[in-house]
């Protein structure tokens, strides 16, 4: 929506299938749909074939397959670079095993694939999504007490966790779009925040009818 809504791109949407719904909705704001799946490669070459960028998210919750998360991240971006895309973004995250020696697979796998981004002769920036504030609001972390209030369970203690909203991330990628000179080579963290949970908490309580308290507990309670 952001890159329909500066005026400067055509845009055209990939989806597994055109005649879904949520296609129909792109395709009456004048977005270009085509099928392809990040399963196959030959797919993606059609889709992509004559597009001057590329913004590249994997999802690695809909399998929970790092290998093969990683297999879909590096096929688009060899199909991008083989076809001459002038600029790739690729939504990746840091490598959690590299930085402190445990895994997180739905981490690593895109941090794999950064690697290849960078070591790949394609014009690209990275961008790494923070938490989404949605997922708060989803009821993913909430842990109901006998006293009515609810626990947010997560294994931060005192520290920050930055936060974004779904709808921050698609303007800061028109605007990686729209200043290549500026971003191609780098990695860029987005961030609408950098709150405590307790912080998240008190907000959630202000917003709602309903209390809301950080649940302090480890990471393997956590897992």
Excluded at 2 to 25: C, F, M, P, Y
Excluded at 64 to 93: C, F, N, P, W
Excluded at 134 to 152: A, C, H, R, W
Excluded at 161 to 174: E, K, M, N, Q, R
Aim: charged share 25%; with cysteine; hydrophobic share 35%.
């Amino acid at each position: 929506r952001a890159l329909l809504q500066n005026g400067r791109w055509n845009v055209r949407g990939v989806t597994r299938n055109h005649q879904s719904d949520k296609a129909e909705i792109l395709r009456a704001q004048k977005v270009q749909i085509v099928e392809a799946s990040l399963d196959d490669k030959e797919s993606l070459r059609a889709a992509i074939s004559g597009s001057y960028g590329v913004f590249l998210m994997t999802n690695y919750w809909e399998y929970m397959d790092q290998e093969r998360e990683m297999k879909q991240g590096i096929d688009a971006t060899d199909v991008s670079r083989d076809l001459g895309v002038a600029h790739l973004v690729y939504s990746g995250q840091e490598h959690a095993k590299d930085l402190f020696g445990e895994s997180v697979p739905h981490m690593d796998g895109k941090g794999q694939v950064e690697k290849y981004v960078h070591a790949c002769e394609v014009p690209s920036t990275v961008v790494r999504y923070p938490s989404y504030y949605e997922n708060l609001l989803s009821g993913m972390t909430f842990v109901k007490q006998p006293d009515g209030t609810y626990g947010i369970a997560l294994p931060m203690g005192k520290h920050g966790l930055y936060g974004l909203s779904v709808t921050d991330g698609g303007p800061a990628v028109a605007s990686i779009f729209d200043q290549p000179g500026e971003y191609i080579g780098k990695t860029v963290g987005l961030a609408g925040d950098y709150l405590t949970v307790s912080q998240y908490a008190e907000i959630l309580s202000k917003r709602t009818s309903k209390t809301f308290r950080h649940m302090d507990v480890t990471p393997e309670e956590f897992s």
